[in-house]
């Protein structure tokens, strides 16, 4: 089945650690995001990407970090320097550069920190 | 950068009244999408939808991009419909969606 998937589904993170998080889709799209949501509120951008090797900061983008090696995959690392990173990461894809396009989301990554 | 309203923020429906919901924008967009968010965070999505007016079942549609808003109707609500509905805008020169805080809709049986 086409799609995009997040793993895990849960994670758990110590203070200082880094951790990364998975996404990949196998719709071959070229543009990928990445966005935050907090408890009750609407989806923050942190990173995106139009296209291989080239990705661009968001509205949010301290303390984290991403890369864009392979088309189907836009992995996210929460870096120890993120004060807050308890929150619901969603990854999506859209087609390609054109702006009449449709973002199609993941299944979503919950971080909590111990 | 632009502004996403929506209204209202919490919106309880006895099973098969009828809603409309809204989106206020704060400058010109080049897209604007409508997503439904399920109860265990999945994003789905409703309507691309930068002008002009689509129906899908009982769901539709009406951009009105000169006046900067857009509205989601709901008819014959069913609880399957509870969650989140979010809208989406691309604002012009800039390639990435920025989202209203939502609308939460319960309907009950």
């Known amino acids: 089945d086409g799609g995009i998937t997040q793993s895990p589904k849960y994670l758990f993170r110590k203070e200082g650690q880094n951790v990364t998080l998975s996404c990949e889709q196998n719709l071959n799209h070229d543009a990928m995001y990445w966005y935050r949501q907090d408890p009750g509120q609407g989806l923050r951008l942190i990173y995106y990407s139009q296209i291989v090797n080239d990705f661009q900061k968001g509205d949010i983008a301290e303390g984290y970090s991403v890369s864009r090696e392979k088309k189907e995959s836009f992995p996210l690392t929460v870096t120890s320097a993120q004060k807050n990173p308890t929150a619901f990461y969603l990854c999506?894809?859209?087609?390609?550069?054109?702006?009449?396009?449709?973002?199609?989301f993941g299944p979503g990554t919950r971080l909590l920190v111990l | 950068g632009i502004q996403v309203e929506q209204s209202p923020p919490d919106l309880i429906l006895q099973e098969g009244a009828n809603s409309t919901l809204r989106c206020n924008f704060s400058d010109s967009v080049n897209n604007l999408q409508w997503f439904h968010q399920n109860p265990w965070g999945q994003l789905i999505n409703l309507f691309y939808i930068p002008s002009g007016t689509k129906q899908n079942g009982r769901l539709s549609a009406t951009t009105v991009a000169t006046e900067r808003y857009s509205l989601l109707y709901i008819s014959s609500s069913q609880t399957t419909d509870s969650g989140v509905y979010f809208c989406a805008v691309e604002p012009t020169g800039r390639r990435a969606l920025t989202f209203g805080s939502g609308t939460r809709l319960q309907v009950q049986p």
């Open positions: 999506a894809s859209s087609p390609g550069l054109a702006a009449q396009e449709t973002q199609y």
